[in-house]
Every structure is written in structure tokens, then in C-alpha cells.
């Protein structure tokens, strides 16, 4: 079964600019998150899909991040503009559903974004 | 949120068991207490999880107290490739939100 894919894994880029990362879940998973990983702390939820809607975004900074899930399979997340604070690891993860708290979420390998 | 508390790291030589502490006391009856580990630049993977009884599974077992207020997770030969950063976390008994801390990282020494 191949696994949650990731591009691209590492990016630079100056502050103000764009960046866009792309997510591809594992088949069938119709849950899709996207989490920040700031280097010394845990993951932190930004966004959550059920198929092509949004569950959770409570934590997405919109004033400068923005996420879709058009077709309810692959996702991306937007960052514009990136400022030195959202240097981090963009990871994405996917479930089969969102009900229910034994449901395991499986991580994909991140995008490393470094903002000078 | 729920909130965990881990050690912030902890040692371990190489084929030996580990436990690894998790308090958790504000825990409500219907959170599940998940663990998941993170391997040096990759993503989360999940490890166990359960609610009230003790779980074994072919990576770890996981020790629940009888009051559910604290678990421990159980590697029982701790490998080289063990060496990790490891994230107790309570799961909402209806959602699917994981609210991860800063967990605790595990050496493991050869």
C-alpha cells in the first residue's frame, strides 16, 4: 500500500514570497489533515478535510494561509505571504474516517520550508 | 484540549525494556490514549492506543492505570531504530483530532 506522498520535500524561499505544498493521501482515505511542525515542538493542526470539505481550520492563520481539497483526493496548501516564523515542517497525514477515536492517521514524510 | 505530560526525555541501552510515562488527569471516559512516534526527518507513526484495558500490538504494549489518569508505553527490547521522539495523546471519543505535546525523546544507547 503506498503511503501518504509529499512535494516537495524541501523548499527556500525569501520572506513575502508564495509557497505551495501539494499532498496525495493514501487511497481511500477520505480524511486529509495538514499540521505545522515548528523544530523542538509537536505537530500543530492546521487544517482538516472530510472528502473535499473542511472540518476543521480553526488554527489556519487565513490571513495568509489558504488550503484545498477540490476533488476530495489531493490537497494543497498555500502559504502567501510566507513570513520567518512559518519556517517549519509542513506534514500531511490521511484517515479512512473522521468518526471515531481509534481511527489511526498516517503521516506523510513533510515538506521542510525554510523562509530567509 | 486534553493535556498530556511526558518526561521530556529519556535513555535506554539497547535490548532492554523501556517504559515511557504518561500522566494524564484530566482524561474523560470516552478519550482514547493514543501513541505515536516520529523517527528522525520523517512524519508521525502511529504506535497503540486504547481506552480502559492494557494492549499489546507488535511494537509495544500499553499499560492503562485503573483509574485511566495515567498509562505507560512499553517497548520490550529497545533497538537502535527505537530511538525517537515518542507523543502520548488523548483522542476525543467522537472526533479524530490529535493534539499532539512536545512528547518525549527516547536514546537508546548500544
Known amino acids: 500500500e503506498a503511503g501518504v506522498a509529499q512535494s516537495p520535500r524541501y523548499k527556500i524561499i525569501e520572506k513575502r514570497q508564495s509557497v505551495a505544498f501539494w499532498c496525495n493521501p493514501i487511497s481511500g482515505h477520505a480524511t486529509l489533515y495538514w499540521y505545522q511542525q515548528i523544530l523542538g515542538q509537536g505537530p500543530k493542526l492546521l487544517i482538516q478535510f472530510q472528502n473535499n470539505g473542511v472540518v476543521d481550520d480553526s488554527q489556519l492563520p487565513k490571513d495568509r494561509f489558504s488550503a484545498e481539497r477540490l476533488k476530495g483526493v489531493d490537497s494543497t496548501l498555500k502559504i502567501q505571504p510566507a513570513k520567518l516564523e512559518d519556517s517549519a515542517v509542513y506534514l500531511c497525514?490521511?484517515?479512512?474516517?473522521?468518526?471515531?477515536?481509534?481511527?489511526?492517521?498516517?503521516f506523510g514524510p513533510g515538506t521542510r520550508l525554510t523562509v530567509l | 484540549d486534553a493535556k498530556t505530560t511526558q518526561p521530556n526525555s529519556m535513555e535506554s541501552n539497547e535490548e532492554e525494556p523501556v517504559h515511557l510515562p504518561c500522566n494524564h488527569s484530566t482524561i474523560s471516559g470516552t478519550d482514547y490514549i493514543h501513541w505515536y512516534r516520529q523517527l528522525p526527518s520523517q512524519g508521525p507513526e502511529y504506535v497503540i492506543h486504547?481506552?480502559?484495558s492494557n494492549v499489546n500490538n507488535r511494537m509495544a504494549s500499553l499499560a492503562i492505570a485503573e483509574d485511566r489518569k495515567s498509562s505507560t508505553l512499553i517497548l520490550h527490547r529497545a533497538t537502535l531504530r527505537d530511538a525517537a521522539v515518542y507523543y502520548c495523546?488523548?483522542?476525543?471519543?467522537?472526533?479524530?483530532?490529535?493534539?499532539f505535546g512536545a512528547g518525549t525523546i527516547l536514546r537508546v544507547k548500544s
Open positions: 497525514a490521511s484517515s479512512y474516517r473522521t468518526q471515531g477515536g481509534t481511527d489511526t492517521q498516517y
Open positions: 495523546i488523548l483522542r476525543v471519543g467522537d472526533g479524530n483530532k490529535l493534539v
Open positions: 486504547g481506552l480502559t
